[in-house]
């Protein structure tokens, strides 16, 4: 994630096209989600009416239903001959035939009737029409135990709606269906405080599912019935919601409202639903239609996925569009930025081809014209400093003749051996080498065997003043004697290490010169036993190589060898060179060249270095 934020910030175009792309995005999303929304909302308002008016046609022909199976089962008051006959002992034929006919009566007036069940509660008898047989039984005390004949006693001379079951658990020679599912109108019958007769008529289910398969106006839908405890009196062959039916009539309860529809989540099928109810105030049942929302909004999720669709071609349109429009906006920047990458490698003659008359191109022409300043400024600069060097050299060589100095030092040397003063003559000629290695003509680049020369020269002076207390050794392989390198690089690093190390010592001192080759780097090591440095002032003398300043460095001259070797590697070999600096107090000192080897790097600087 880190690089892929890293390239974006790096490059104008994938910011424009990030940017426009992410404009054009979200301006069709929002078209998308206001459009379905809006889409969603009118959708899902149409059905909630059409469905609530369907809704409430189906709720009144259940209630006239209902009513109508209330009237027959209230037939048994209104048949006041029935009252007397049903308990008499007189003819018990008649009777029987009589309460046979009455039952039979009562079958016959539905055709989705199933069965009827009458228990006389005095005499304990049960009398059971159905399609294949009609008969009474004695001592059926047992059907008092029934849940639903409990149930008719709380609520005498009442109908009582018993949902949708089974009629399991009865004698096998009452001869009912227990495979059917159906309802039960029951009804207890009172008098003078004392149960008379309990009659319960069970319907199958099929007149009242028809009505409800004949409201639906789709397969999505489901309708159902129930009753005032959430128990199912008639839903249809797929019905799933018994997990949540008592949730749904809790919810329509604390509502108080005869009619209405709501939103439910269900835990199980991580579906939201849309519950549409009605209630009946006659029958103490709600009638519900439940729809899963996917269902109502269907329609509108066509349009969604239709609008996204011609959106993602548009979109994909656009982008196509706005990469070509920022191609064409960044590659003159592109063009202007590859100038300026060659301008920082050195590379003054490099040249914008940007020919717009736009912004663009008036930063194009100021590069142009910017770059050409420079480098004639550089080139004026250089020229000025090559002459100025040359002046000095001059100079000096019009002061100091150095035929004269070599002439006199031999002199001084001869008068040294004529008195037998070999140490003298041996230090003048130690001198008269350095003399002769730093002022000769031929460049500042010489070999690695020269610039080794030179310093043991000087660690050969050295030795004379400081005796047994300097030590030192030079390990370098021959076969790097042939690298080229700057004239006097490691003489100021050696006098340092003297001056600020050794010299301070009250124990004899150590230096020694290493160098080894790795892969293309030249490494010399100059290392000493001396007093050391705090890491802080190596920090600080670090902070000065970078300065460039060499004002920084008037105030501990100390440091000047180290910079003026710093700065000359720098220029001349650029970021490939690098110096180190490492010390603990007490310690010594070591000072880490790592020198890259490359002979054209003096062919390209005319085989001198002018520092």
């Given at each position: 994630?880190?690089?892929?934020?890293?390239?974006?910030?790096?490059?104008?175009?994938?910011?424009?096209?990030?940017?426009?792309?992410?404009?054009?995005?979200?301006?069709?999303?929002?078209?998308?989600?206001?459009s379905y929304n809006i889409f969603a909302k009118e959708v899902q308002k149409t059905y909630v009416e059409n469905s609530s008016t369907l809704l409430n046609q189906l709720s009144e022909r259940?209630?006239?239903?209902?009513?109508?199976?209330?009237?027959?089962?209230?037939?048994?008051?209104?048949?006041?001959?029935?009252?007397?006959?049903?308990?008499?002992?007189?003819?018990?034929?008649?009777?029987?035939?009589?309460?046979?006919?009455?039952?039979?009566?009562?079958?016959?007036?539905?055709?989705?009737?199933?069965?009827?069940?009458?228990?006389?509660?005095?005499?304990?008898?049960?009398?059971?029409?159905?399609?294949?047989?009609?008969?009474?039984?004695?001592?059926?005390?047992?059907?008092?135990?029934?849940?639903?004949?409990?149930?008719?006693?709380?609520?005498?001379?009442?109908?009582?709606?018993?949902?949708?079951?089974?009629?399991?658990?009865?004698?096998?020679?009452?001869?009912?269906?227990?495979?059917?599912?159906?309802?039960?109108?029951?009804?207890?019958?009172?008098?003078?405080?004392?149960?008379s007769f309990v009659l319960s008529i069970n319907y199958r289910m099929d007149t009242l599912k028809k009505m409800i398969q004949d409201t639906l106006a789709n397969d999505f839908a489901q309708?159902?019935?129930?009753?005032?405890?959430?128990?199912?009196?008639?839903?249809?062959?797929?019905?799933?919601?018994?997990?949540?039916?008592?949730?749904?009539?809790?919810?329509?309860?604390?509502?108080?409202?005869?009619?209405?529809?709501?939103?439910?989540?269900?835990?199980?099928?991580?579906?939201?639903?849309?519950?549409?109810?009605?209630?009946?105030?006659?029958?103490?049942?709600?009638?519900?239609?439940?729809?899963?929302?996917?269902?109502?909004?269907?329609?509108?999720?066509?349009?969604?996925?239709?609008?996204?669709?011609?959106?993602?071609?548009?979109?994909?349109?656009?982008?196509?569009?706005?990469?070509?429009?920022?191609?064409?906006?960044?590659?003159?920047?592109?063009?202007?930025?590859?100038?300026?990458?060659?301008?920082?490698?050195?590379?003054?003659?490099?040249?914008?081809?940007?020919?717009?008359?736009?912004?663009?191109?008036?930063?194009?022409?100021?590069?142009?014209?910017?770059?050409?300043?420079?480098?004639?400024?550089?080139?004026?600069?250089?020229?000025?400093?090559?002459?100025?060097?040359?002046?000095?050299?001059?100079?000096?060589?019009?002061?100091?003749?150095?035929?004269?100095?070599?002439?006199?030092?031999?002199?001084?040397?001869?008068?040294?051996?004529?008195?037998?003063?070999?140490?003298?003559?041996?230090?003048?000629?130690?001198?008269?080498?350095?003399?002769?290695?730093?002022?000769?003509?031929?460049?500042?680049?010489?070999?690695?065997?020269?610039?080794?020369?030179?310093?043991?020269?000087?660690?050969?002076?050295?030795?004379?003043?400081?005796?047994?207390?300097?030590?030192?050794?030079?390990?370098?392989?021959?076969?790097?004697?042939?690298?080229?390198?700057?004239?006097?690089?490691?003489?100021?690093?050696?006098?340092?290490?003297?001056?600020?190390?050794?010299?301070?010592?009250?124990?004899?001192?150590?230096?020694?010169?290493?160098?080894?080759?790795?892969?293309?780097?030249?490494?010399?090591?100059?290392?000493?036993?001396?007093?050391?440095?705090?890491?802080?002032d190596i920090n600080k003398l670090q902070r000065y190589f970078n300065s460039y300043n060499e004002n920084l460095l008037d105030e501990d001259e100390k440091k000047i060898g180290l910079y003026?070797?710093?700065?000359?590697?720098?220029?001349?070999?650029?970021?490939?060179?690098?110096?180190?600096?490492?010390?603990?107090?007490?310690?010594?000192?070591?000072?880490?060249?790592?020198?890259?080897?490359?002979?054209?790097?003096?062919?390209?600087?005319?085989?001198?270095?002018?520092?």
């Open positions: 994630m880190k690089s892929l934020w890293k390239a974006i910030n790096s490059h104008l175009s994938y910011k424009l096209i990030i940017t426009i792309v992410s404009l054009v995005v979200l301006f069709f999303c929002m078209v998308v989600v206001i259940i209630d006239e239903y209902f009513q109508s199976l209330n009237d027959i089962s209230f037939s048994m008051y209104a048949d006041i001959l029935f009252l007397p006959e049903y308990y008499s002992d007189s003819d018990e034929l008649k009777v029987y035939n009589y309460k046979i006919r009455k039952l039979q009566n009562l079958f016959l007036q539905k055709r989705e009737t199933d069965s009827v069940l009458l228990y006389i509660t005095g005499k304990k008898e049960l009398y059971i029409i159905n399609r294949m047989t009609n008969r009474s039984f004695k001592n059926a005390e047992a059907i008092e135990e029934k849940d639903w004949y409990q149930r008719v006693l709380m609520s005498p001379n009442q109908m009582v709606l018993e949902p949708e079951h089974l009629l399991e658990n009865y004698d096998s020679e009452y001869g009912l269906d227990d495979t059917t599912p159906v309802f039960s109108i029951n009804r207890c019958v009172v008098e003078y405080q004392t149960p309708i159902f019935l129930l009753n005032d405890q959430g128990k199912s009196i008639c839903k249809p062959d797929t019905y799933m919601y018994d997990h949540i039916a008592p949730s749904l009539l809790k919810i329509i309860q604390q509502n108080g409202e005869k009619d209405g529809d709501f939103r439910y989540y269900d835990d199980k099928t991580g579906q939201t639903m849309l519950v549409l109810f009605k209630k009946s105030d006659m029958h103490n049942v709600v009638l519900l239609q439940i729809v899963s929302m996917r269902n109502v909004t269907y329609q509108a999720d066509k349009l969604k996925n239709t609008i996204i669709f011609i959106s993602s071609i548009i979109v994909l349109i656009l982008i196509l569009v706005i990469i070509a429009f920022s191609l064409y906006i960044t590659r003159p920047l592109k063009v202007i930025e590859n100038c300026m990458i060659q301008v920082s490698k050195g590379d003054f003659s490099v040249r914008s081809h940007v020919r717009s008359k736009d912004e663009i191109g008036q930063i194009s022409n100021t590069f142009n014209y910017m770059t050409e300043q420079i480098g004639q400024l550089i080139k004026e600069r250089y020229q000025l400093r090559l002459k100025f060097k040359d002046a000095q050299l001059k100079s000096l060589h019009a002061q100091i003749n150095p035929h004269f100095l070599y002439n006199t030092l031999q002199a001084i040397g001869s008068v040294a051996c004529d008195n037998e003063v070999f140490e003298v003559d041996n230090m003048l000629r130690t001198l008269s080498n350095m003399l002769r290695y730093t002022i000769k003509s031929g460049g500042n680049i010489v070999t690695l065997k020269d610039e080794i020369n030179n310093v043991k020269n000087y660690l050969s002076l050295q030795k004379f003043r400081f005796e047994e207390k300097l030590n030192y050794s030079i390990d370098i392989p021959e076969n790097l004697y042939s690298i080229k390198v700057p004239k006097l690089i490691l003489q100021p690093i050696v006098e340092n290490s003297i001056v600020h190390g050794i010299e301070k010592l009250k124990k004899p001192g150590n230096i020694s010169i290493l160098c080894r080759l790795e892969k293309d780097i030249c490494t010399v090591i100059v290392r000493d036993n001396g007093v050391g440095m705090e890491q802080a003026n070797v710093y700065q000359r590697m720098l220029l001349l070999y650029d970021k490939k060179f690098s110096m180190h600096i490492s010390s603990n107090k007490m310690q010594g000192v070591e000072v880490r060249l790592n020198i890259p080897i490359d002979n054209n790097i003096f062919d390209k600087k005319g085989g001198e270095e002018h520092v």
